[in-house]
């Protein structure tokens, strides 16, 4: 869960002043986590306690108000009686990580991305991006190489992940569809060498840079098994207290290699 938060820590300084290339300074003094992290660790409190899923995102974004939500998801969560209102945004992929971690097969792992997704974002293609993220991350976590989780997620999702991020990056603008953003961060884990590459890869696109480096940091973290001890210490150290507790407790209990 680690690789999700960081990325989307590192990656919340340049959402709104987009940098195209790796070279850039990964923490700075305003770097902080976001909706990605809040809810993303929702996710795993919500399989640590067996917990419905919407009843979780609303608990821990009630607790962190003015995390940058979105205008829709915002107003679903203040409202009591919300209903899923046919999104397609990246909030239902940014947000499933923790699942490729928690559960044993493909089946599992698909069927609980999409309940995840389906309380808020149950447009078709919100889904699609919630089941390719959480199958990327379990394909990462249980062995596969780069070739198969590449070759899975195109066949199974119809994502195009031939292209290359020098290929995308020169004309890619802010875009917080699944659809336009899920395919790109996956394909900056498929040009990674390791999880900061990930990380520097989907930022230096330009585009919604929390998500993108949230959604391939969480893959890098599962195929990896190796985050840089001053990365690890510096996102842990800007999460409240509740929130890493929750962290500790997932990384415990699905025997998370120690980072």
Wanted: charged share 20%.
């Amino acid at each position: 869960m680690i690789g999700a938060i960081a990325g989307d820590i590192i990656g919340s300084v340049y959402e709104g002043n987009p940098i195209k290339s790796t070279d850039f300074q990964l923490f700075w003094p305003i770097s902080r986590f976001t909706d990605d992290t809040v809810l993303t660790v929702a996710t795993g409190y919500a399989i640590l306690n067996g917990l419905d899923y919407g009843q979780a995102y609303k608990s821990f974004g009630l607790m962190y108000p003015n995390a940058g939500y979105g205008g829709t998801f915002l107003r679903w969560l203040f409202n009591p009686e919300s209903k899923p209102y046919g999104s397609w945004g990246n909030g239902s992929a940014m947000r499933v990580s923790p699942i490729g971690w928690a559960f044993q097969t493909v089946e599992e792992v698909l069927e609980q991305a999409k309940l995840s997704s389906i309380v808020s974002h149950d447009h078709p293609e919100g889904i699609k991006g919630a089941q390719a993220v959480a199958l990327a991350v379990f394909m990462a976590r249980t062995g596969s190489d780069k070739d198969s989780i590449r070759s899975e997620i195109s066949s199974r999702f119809g994502y195009n992940l031939e292209r290359t991020i020098d290929m995308i990056r020169p004309t890619y603008i802010f875009d917080v569809s699944c659809q336009g953003s899920v395919p790109e961060a996956i394909i900056a884990f498929l040009e990674s060498v390791d999880y900061e590459s990930a990380i520097r890869l989907a930022i230096s696109l330009g585009g919604d840079s929390d998500t993108l480096a949230c959604i391939a940091g969480a893959i890098a973290d599962a195929f990896y098994r190796k985050i840089p001890g001053d990365i690890v210490a510096e996102a842990k150290a800007r999460l409240s207290k509740h929130l890493l507790e929750v962290v500790e407790q997932f990384e415990k209990d699905y025997n998370i290699r120690p980072t």
